[in-house]
């Protein structure tokens, strides 16, 4: 989704560097943050609806996005919209990079 590209630019990360999980969730807070996100009543949710990037990064095919939700569901959605890569490097500093399907928990 768009909203990784930006979330990445804005954390001064280059969109083709790996980041790990730690670093995804630093980025998200950052953006989440920034754009004034967080919910007045409840501290642990952020308002969805008010960023449509946002908005697209969290929806599910066939699902309604909703208004607001907890910080941690909404990055484990964002992050189930993401490929994931992994990155071995060998001792004359060779490296291969695969794009798998993991199932991680943040």
């Not at 969109?15 to 807070?29: A, G, H």
């Not at 969290?58 to 994931?84: G, H, W, Y």
Request: some cysteine; aromatic content about 6%.
């Amino acid at each position: 989704p768009k909203l990784i590209v930006v979330l990445t630019i804005a954390a001064a990360y280059r969109t083709s560097t790996l980041l790990t999980i730690p670093q995804i969730r630093e980025v998200f807070l950052k953006y989440v943050a920034a754009k004034g996100l967080v919910n007045a009543n409840d501290q642990s949710y952020i308002n969805i609806s008010e960023d449509n990037a946002l908005s697209a990064a969290v929806s599910v095919k066939n699902e309604e996005t909703p208004e607001f939700m907890k910080r941690d569901d909404a990055l484990n959605r964002i992050r189930a919209n993401m490929q994931e890569w992994y990155e071995m490097r060998t001792e004359g500093g060779e490296t291969l990079r695969k794009c798998v399907k993991l199932s991680l928990s943040v």
